[in-house]
């Protein structure tokens, strides 16, 4: 691999839009060699207008990764026997070995696997993710893997599969060129996925009487200032709205009969429910006035073409599947599924959280979307595999949380993190970092010197990124685009997948883990999704390198670009009865509720220029102009009862913790909410550590932790 002329085109590393990039090399013909901060050869990006899904934007996050890919990087193994020892550097041999003999070790004394986990991340190529299925589900026998998607899509996830019987977003970023209704609830897409905001606002700009825009959420983010109509719940009231809405479009006369009794099953079980929201008690629960509710209920109605956005503000909820799923009822009540322009939609956060899901990447899940749970997945994954029967367990793996806790119960012997920032990203940090002291083998795969994790590591892995391995990554709409290494490698740092089949071959399994490049990995993993919803059989990194990005079902024998637009477009869902099933849950509220000693509620979100915990992000000059801080916001109300103005520092405490930040007086946010970004961490210089105040209630069935929400003090500092 180097450094050659011609420019080349992949997918953005960043969210889970998965705008397509082109590549321009540090020197074109007669002009100098661009270099970033510290003067290492620079690559540039910008937009790739032959990318299907992104058809040439781009934000300033994906315009600047160039920036980011050489500075400060990890360039070799470095191990320490005690967190409070200084790391020295070790061969990538030694450091391989450390890592076997603690998990024979650890197998020796505990007869099974249970004492490794990985942690693992959306970041991850395919390839990655589907190798670490392979050694941690197939060769060792434990289901402890879980990715940093627990804390992001794992709702989605679950209010997809229970409600339409399997996983995948049904819907194509088309359907905002064709919508007459967004709905956008919990998500701020102009600042988390601004090159679909802009999309649709190009939609509206061309149709200003005919689309309309609905937001949901507490703040009145740049998404909702664009909206016809916002709707500034009270946090943890989403579920009643939803019910509420179903409740109005019943009494309308808005909903689908055909539909309903062609395509749905326990939809009078929903009714019943649905007929206990009554419009005064939904405004009262949720703290909006009864005409806007009735505003938006009178726009989903089967008339219309309504399509559902949502993120991180419904999923990372204690009942996050149960919202997931209240929204999945509007779309049954009135047919919109599976229609152009219509359908509930999920936009991920990171940019292979997809991939990772078809991969298998979360504690309950195996390849080709299927169940640890089912004992016929489990024995077609283990023929895959060449394993005996019976080799992979039937117990889900400690999910991202459950792994900490069982790091703190000194149940865990090795925990391997990779491509991941748990340090920043986890609820109630201070836990954390307790409990990685109390794990004998913290490893750290990272391609960066200095993340937070990997201050708590005993051993520290040099990861080649993207940009330097070639893989392939799957965006929100089902996009698989090939990504391929384009840059030398850093030092000695190795891909993921590599590493893992290193681990694989050293433990005896010498023919699972015979690969010589991410193709052959990747040529294994879509043999496995044969026959799958998922199915990606016809994929390969030449055919993805030559046709360009592809949407699947993409089964053996397809003719590229010819994929179904949506999922279900037949209405014949993924249920055993083929008919999609509705929900009945009761709205339950937040996990922590206001109270007299904590009087407000504290959310998270995210700010456009910065991307997660800011491990790239945060080396780029322009970015960290853009945002030099984390600002905590609060309504004038709250400031004038506070005595805190604007510029000043406010001290934030929850059960959990405490920190300063400064105060930004806005009516951006409601009375009695307060708002703070979740990218800074310890090592930044205005470190704020918003996750040190959240709590650890998750979603019982998701396991997705509430990080959206908790009751907060604030006080001048
Ligand atoms: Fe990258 Fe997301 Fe920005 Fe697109 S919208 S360029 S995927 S960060």
């Known amino acids: 691999m180097s450094d050659g002329p011609r420019s080349v085109r992949s997918?953005?590393?960043?969210?889970?839009?998965?705008?397509?990039?082109?590549?321009?090399?540090?020197?074109?013909?007669?002009?100098?060699?661009?270099?970033?901060?510290?003067?290492?050869?620079?690559?540039?990006?910008?937009?790739?207008?032959?990318?299907?899904?992104?058809?040439?934007?781009?934000?300033?996050?994906?315009?600047?990764?160039?920036?980011?890919l050489a500075r400060g990087r990890l360039r070799q193994p470095l191990f320490?026997?005690?967190?409070?020892?200084?790391?020295?550097?070790?061969?990538?041999?030694?450091?391989?070995?450390?890592?076997?003999?603690?998990?024979?070790?650890?197998?020796?004394?505990?007869?099974?696997?249970?004492?490794?986990?990985?942690?693992?991340?959306?970041?991850?190529?395919?390839?990655?993710?589907?190798?670490?299925?392979?050694?941690?589900?197939?060769?060792?026998?434990?289901?402890?893997?879980?990715?940093?998607?627990?804390?992001?899509?794992?709702?989605?996830?679950?209010?997809?599969?229970?409600?339409?019987?399997?996983?995948?977003?049904?819907?194509?970023?088309?359907?905002?060129?064709?919508?007459?209704?967004?709905?956008?609830?919990?998500?701020?897409?102009?600042?988390?996925?601004?090159?679909?905001?802009?999309?649709?606002?190009?939609?509206?700009?061309?149709?200003?009487?005919?689309?309309?825009?609905?937001?949901?959420?507490?703040?009145?983010?740049d998404t909702a200032k664009a909206a016809d109509i916002h709707l500034p719940i009270a946090p943890g009231s989403d579920l009643a709205l939803l019910h509420g809405i179903a409740h109005l479009v019943l009494r309308d006369n808005g909903?689908?009969?055909?539909?309903?009794?062609?395509?749905?099953?326990?939809?009078?079980?929903?009714?019943?429910?649905?007929?206990?929201?009554?419009?005064?008690r939904v405004a009262l629960f949720c703290n909006i006035p009864e005409k806007r509710l009735r505003d938006v209920a009178a726009l989903f109605h089967r008339r219309q073409k309504v399509l559902s956005l949502w993120s991180m503000g419904v999923n990372?909820?204690?009942?996050?599947?149960?919202?997931?799923?209240?929204?999945?009822?509007?779309?049954?009540?009135?047919?919109?599924?599976?229609?152009?322009?219509?359908?509930?939609?999920?936009?991920?956060?990171?940019?292979?959280?997809?991939?990772?899901?078809?991969?298998?990447?979360?504690?309950?899940?195996?390849?080709?979307?299927?169940?640890?749970?089912?004992?016929?997945?489990r024995a077609e994954v283990e023929q895959a595999w060449k394993l005996p029967a019976g080799q992979i367990?039937?117990?889900?793996?400690?999910?991202?949380?459950?792994?900490?806790?069982?790091?703190?119960?000194?149940?865990?012997?090795?925990?391997?993190?990779?491509a991941t920032n748990p340090l920043v990203s986890m609820p109630d940090l201070d836990r954390v970092k307790q409990a990685m002291g109390n794990c004998p083998l913290v490893v750290v795969s990272e391609a960066y010197a200095d993340s937070e994790t990997s201050h708590y590591a005993h051993l520290l892995l040099p990861a080649a990124q993207w940009s330097e391995k070639a893989g392939a990554m799957t965006n929100s709409e089902r996009r698989v685009t090939f990504c391929p290494a384009y840059r030398l490698r850093f030092g000695e740092s190795r891909p993921d997948w590599e590493v893992f089949a290193d681990v694989g071959r050293r433990l005896g399994y010498t023919e699972q883990f015979r690969f010589d490049s991410a193709a052959e990995v990747y040529a294994e993993f879509t043999r496995l999704t044969q026959g799958r919803l998922c199915d990606v059989s016809g994929l390969s990194h030449e055919l993805l390198e030559q046709a360009g990005p592809q949407q699947?079902?993409?089964?053996?024998?397809?003719?590229?670009?010819?994929?179904?637009?949506?999922?279900?477009?037949?209405?014949l869902f993924a249920t055993p009865s083929g008919r999609a099933r509705f929900s009945t849950d009761q709205p339950l509220g937040l996990a922590e509720p206001p109270c007299d000693t904590y009087p407000l509620v504290l959310t998270v979100g995210r700010y456009l220029g910065q991307w997660h915990t800011m491990t790239r992000t945060g080396k780029v000059e322009r970015l960290m102009k853009q945002h030099p801080e984390p600002l905590l916001e609060i309504h004038p109300s709250d400031a004038q009862e506070l005595q805190l103005r604007n510029g000043e520092l406010a001290a934030i405490s929850s059960r959990r913790g405490h920190l300063t930040a400064t105060v930004k007086v806005t009516d951006r946010i409601r009375c009695g909410t307060v708002f703070l970004p979740m990218h800074w961490g310890f090592t930044q210089e205005k470190a704020c550590e918003a996750n040190t105040l959240m709590h650890d209630d998750a979603c019982p069935v998701s396991k997705q932790p509430e990080l959206k929400a908790c009751a907060v003090i604030v006080a001048p500092a």
């Not at 309903?260 to 005064?280: C, G, K, L, Q, S």
């Not at 939609?345 to 991939?355: I, K, V, Y």
């Open 316 to 377: 990372q909820r204690r009942e996050g599947t149960a919202v997931v799923q209240g929204l999945i009822n509007l779309h049954l009540l009135t047919g919109q599924i599976g229609n152009e322009g219509a359908g509930p939609f999920s936009l991920t956060g990171q940019p292979n959280a997809m991939g990772g899901r078809e991969a298998g990447g979360l504690a309950h899940l195996l390849p080709g979307y299927r169940l640890v749970a089912n004992p016929e997945h």
């Open 393 to 418: 367990a039937a117990k889900p793996g400690l999910a991202a949380w459950q792994q900490v806790e069982a790091m703190e119960r000194g149940d865990l012997d090795l925990w391997w993190v990779a």
């Open 552 to 571: 699947w079902p993409y089964p053996m024998g397809s003719i590229p670009s010819t994929a179904a637009k949506r999922l279900y477009e037949n209405h």
């Open 11 to 68: 997918q953005c590393p960043y969210c889970g839009v998965g705008c397509g990039l082109e590549l321009l090399p540090p020197a074109v013909k007669g002009q100098a060699v661009k270099r970033d901060a510290e003067g290492n050869p620079m690559w540039t990006a910008r937009g790739d207008r032959e990318h299907p899904s992104s058809l040439g934007q781009v934000c300033i996050k994906g315009a600047t990764v160039g920036e980011t």
């Open 255 to 280: 909903q689908d009969p055909a539909f309903i009794d062609n395509h749905t099953e326990n939809y009078d079980a929903f009714f019943d429910v649905a007929a206990r929201w009554t419009p005064r």
């Open 80 to 221: 320490r026997s005690k967190l409070t020892d200084a790391f020295a550097p070790i061969s990538w041999d030694d450091a391989l070995d450390k890592i076997t003999g603690q998990i024979k070790a650890s197998l020796a004394r505990r007869g099974n696997a249970d004492g490794i986990a990985m942690y693992g991340s959306g970041q991850f190529h395919t390839e990655d993710y589907y190798l670490a299925q392979k050694l941690l589900k197939g060769a060792l026998g434990t289901n402890n893997f879980d990715a940093n998607s627990r804390l992001c899509m794992s709702s989605a996830v679950a209010g997809y599969t229970r409600s339409l019987g399997s996983d995948g977003p049904p819907c194509s970023y088309e359907d905002l060129d064709h919508c007459t209704v967004a709905f956008l609830i919990g998500t701020n897409t102009a600042e988390c996925h601004p090159v679909l905001f802009q999309r649709l606002l190009k939609r509206k700009r061309k149709n200003p009487g005919s689309v309309k825009i609905v937001v949901v959420d507490p703040r009145r983010t």
